[in-house]
């Protein structure tokens, strides 16, 4: 017996010497690939799995893929630019791809030399146009593709609007709309690329003066901002709010997982247009050969063998041949083929046939995203008590068509803000800024308040301190009080 004992012990020990290949039922891989994402779990799953499998049918080798959950897209941001300034001028970071998040926010990272170009095969390149909508979809110089497309709107629960008699809302101002005071949610742009993509959306289809008081009037209508744009439609669905700015798939997942029929998802026709996602592989990865048919495998609606791509993951309903199994992604496709396969899906939109009114600018999008995301801390988050009780006044007062409409007045011009986009600022010097914006934002929100309340004249609008090499707007008079 004691020998039994002897022989199963030093097997055990041998077992741990061997690593977990003997412990584990789970064949070990031959090849790993390491991935950035700031997509949600199941998308991670869906492809980590897919892209296994078919790697092992056409190489015949087992790879794992290794996903790094750094946070969401403003935290992926951060944490790769630090990575990259840490490193050598040709080094990489131990990362092959970047697999998620708003391309606006590439091209500055491709010019910062984080990403290795990477031309597609020719029959791949030639299955997915060059742009949609005048929106670019892949790099001139090949560093990063488009993955998929979002659309952007708001989510509102119907029994709620009804219940509560409130308007029902059709378009980004109607969320500014004093009786859903208090019935609005939303999520810290900053932290969210998502809402963040929304917003910039409206400022470009509205213009910079009617898109900042659109925002600013629909956060004045918000309690109190959640943290990312994923709590959006659960307190929609719940009934803790009655509507929110979302993200196309983030309002349709309840809907298909829990049978969600209450919640109606509004994209306004001519102000929201389909924005790609991104794909990029990192400068010097650790596996590029699998980097390029991680790339490859996601930009392909069908493998050289035969195995579905990518493509169809995003679009087909979960359980269908060639879709994913355990999660309906419900994102759309690059490749315009997709969605005239007749593939099984719940998607009805396809944004290769969609309408747009307006010329959106994805290069202004990503050459001022930090600093919008700055002013929008600054001036709206930080601020959240003083800029939701001015609106309480204002409203209460009857005057929300005049000082209703200066409170969330822009702090100073586009073509300012664009000039502050283009100065190096350290991290002191935007904390020290992003104080002052504040303490601005304070001032002028409780200026409009008193005299809401008939406790002073009108304020004389002073614009918010920009640096000095930024010229300052001349101050203008608020408008006359309305008398009707």
Not at 194 to 220: C, D, P
Not at 426 to 444: G, H, V, Y
Request: hydrophobic residues 35%; contains cysteine.
């Amino acid at each position: 017996m004691r020998t039994v004992w002897i022989t199963l012990f030093c097997l055990f020990m041998a077992a741990l010497a061997l690593g977990p290949s003997l412990l584990s039922d789970k064949p070990q891989a031959d090849e790993k690939i390491v991935i950035i994402s700031p997509h949600w779990d199941g998308i991670k799953r869906e492809f980590g799995r897919a892209f296994e499998e078919y790697y092992f049918r056409a190489k015949q080798k087992r790879i794992h893929v290794e996903w790094l959950d750094i946070g969401g897209t403003g935290e992926v941001r951060k944490y790769i630019g630090q990575r990259f300034a840490q490193s050598g001028p040709t080094d990489g970071i131990g990362v092959d791809i970047l697999f998620g998040g708003g391309m606006d926010m590439l091209p500055r990272m491709a010019d910062a030399n984080n990403f290795e170009a990477y031309p597609l095969p020719p029959e791949l390149e030639k299955s997915i146009p060059p742009a949609v909508n005048g929106q670019p979809l892949r790099d001139k110089q090949n560093r990063y593709h488009a993955a998929c497309l979002s659309s952007f709107g708001f989510v509102y629960n119907k029994i709620v609007i009804k219940t509560a008699k409130l308007p029902e809302p059709k378009t980004w101002d109607d969320l500014g709309r004093p009786e859903l005071r208090g019935w609005v949610t939303c999520g810290d742009p900053g932290q969210s690329g998502s809402l963040h993509a929304a917003f910039e959306l409206v400022l470009q289809a509205e213009g910079w003066e009617k898109g900042y008081r659109t925002i600013g009037r629909m956060l004045s209508n918000v309690r109190a901002c959640n943290e990312g744009g994923t709590s959006i439609p659960r307190d929609v669905s719940l009934g803790q709010a009655a509507v929110g700015p979302c993200i196309d798939f983030y309002a349709s997942a309840p809907a298909r997982r829990q049978g969600a029929t209450h919640l109606q998802l509004v994209v306004p026709e001519g102000i929201s247009i389909a924005t790609p996602d991104c794909i990029a592989m990192f400068r010097n990865p650790r596996n590029r050969e699998a980097a390029q048919e991680f790339i490859n495998f996601v930009l392909s609606e069908t493998m050289p063998n035969g195995d579905p791509g990518g493509q169809r993951l995003w679009y087909q309903a979960r359980g269908s041949a060639g879709g994913p199994k355990d999660y309906d992604l419900e994102r759309l496709p690059v490749t315009p083929a997709v969605y005239k396969r007749g593939y099984p899906t719940f998607t009805v939109n396809n944004p290769f046939e969609q309408k747009v009114t307006f010329q959106y600018d994805g290069k202004k999008t990503g050459d001022r995203w930090d600093t919008l995301n700055l002013v929008w801390r600054a001036m709206f988050i930080d601020v959240q008590d003083e800029l939701w009780d001015a609106r309480k006044a204002v409203i209460e007062a009857g005057r929300d068509q005049d000082l209703g409409m200066e409170l969330p007045r822009p702090p100073f011009s586009e073509a300012q803000l664009m000039a502050l986009a283009k100065k190096f600022i350290t991290p002191d010097e935007r904390n020290a800024l992003r104080n002052r914006w504040s303490a601005w934002a304070r001032s002028w929100y409780r200026e409009v308040a008193e005299a809401a309340r008939g406790n002073r004249t009108d304020p004389v609008f002073s614009p918010a301190p920009l640096p000095e090499d930024v010229d300052a707007p001349a101050a203008q008079p608020a408008p006359k009080p309305d008398k009707r």
